[in-house]
């Protein structure tokens, strides 16, 4: 389990985990599209983004966040302030190989557990 909490302050922010050459898991949030998807890198292909579905926008420019990523059987589940987002399955990966957090936009991480 990986545990992020920190603070936005821009208006597109990008989460990835890396494995060496590949990036199993990322995920994007555009503010000003207020959307939300994941996508993986493998092989130095790109996969088909998928959007995540949600009642109302979750991220919010200058406030604090809570990212929950729990990565088991193959697959990636997802909860944002408490709120689950669900599965993310990307193609063959070992969850055990991922050794960086990359994030990309103006965030401030205040506690990284993983």
Not at 53 to 60: E, H, I, K, N, S
Not at 74 to 83: E, I, Y
């Amino acid at each position: 389990m990986m545990l992020y909490t920190g603070y936005v302050s821009c208006y597109r922010l990008t989460i990835l985990l890396k494995s060496n050459d590949s990036i199993p898991f990322q995920l994007t949030a555009n503010f000003e599209e207020q959307s939300l998807c994941y996508n993986y890198l493998m092989a130095q292909s790109w996969g088909q983004p998928q959007k995540i579905q949600t009642p109302f926008f979750l991220f919010y420019p200058e406030k604090f966040f809570e990212i929950i990523v729990l990565s088991e059987a193959g697959q990636f589940r997802l909860a944002f302030n408490g709120t689950p987002l669900g599965d993310f399955c990307p193609p063959v990966f070992d969850p055990k190989s991922i050794n960086e957090l990359q994030i990309r936009g103006s965030a401030e991480l205040f506690h990284v557990l993983c």
